[in-house]
């Protein structure tokens, strides 16, 4: 190096990665049916308590989000109605068309309805996220308080 020269070393940043959040906060939903009162936006409006939640009657029942463009899930969080003693069935599927859909997570179990919900850890890329409600121990209505879709959108 000849004397009064100068080394200049850039820095490349390393690529931006966003942290994942509910990317089905407060998105547009649709349900086979609606108990009244219970209308299928409650269950994303943030409120996971009994206070508000979907809810249709009689089982099986189907509510559905439009995440409103490609998103990549890492994780499901259903939360049912909490009483204490009841438990719910239940499937979630994906779909990038609103047309073929393929199931992601399953509860089948008679594990009772708690106020965290039930995670389900998922990979996959949807547009459409829909739980199909197949059961409720203690009655024929289906309920959700909560339902999260962890994420990030899609480039």
Same mark, same amino acid.
Not at 50 to 55: C, D, E, F, M, V
Not at 71 to 79: A, E, L, M, P, R
Not at 93 to 114: F, L, M, P, R
């Given at each position: ?15 931006? #990665?966003? *942290?994942? $959040?509910?990317? %089905?906060?407060?998105? &547009?939903?649709?349900? =086979?049916?609606?108990?009244?009162? !219970?209308a ?8 996971? #308590?009994? *206070?508000? $939640?979907?809810? %249709?009657?009689?089982a &099986?029942?189907?509510? =559905?989000?439009?995440?409103?463009? !490609? ?15 009841r ?69």
């Open positions: 190096m000849r004397a009064g020269s100068e080394v200049h070393r850039s820095r490349i940043a390393p690529p931006f #990665t966003p *942290a994942p $959040y509910n990317v %089905a906060l407060n998105k &547009p939903t649709i349900a =086979q049916s609606a108990q009244s009162s !219970s299928p936006a409650l269950a994303v409006d943030s409120d996971p #308590t009994n *206070a508000s $939640y979907w809810g %249709a009657d009689p &099986p029942q189907w509510w =559905q989000v439009d995440l409103q463009g !490609s998103c990549s899930i890492d994780s499901i969080i259903v939360t049912n109605y909490v009483d204490g003693t438990y719910y069935q239940y499937e979630v599927q994906a779909s990038t068309d609103n047309v073929n859909w393929t199931t992601i997570a399953t509860k089948n179990s008679t594990s009772k309805a708690t106020s965290t919900g039930d995670t389900h850890p998922v990979n996959t890329t949807a547009r459409y996220l829909r739980v199909n409600m197949t059961g409720n121990s203690a009655n024929s209505g289906v309920h959700i308080a909560d339902f999260k879709a962890i994420g990030i959108s899609a480039p």
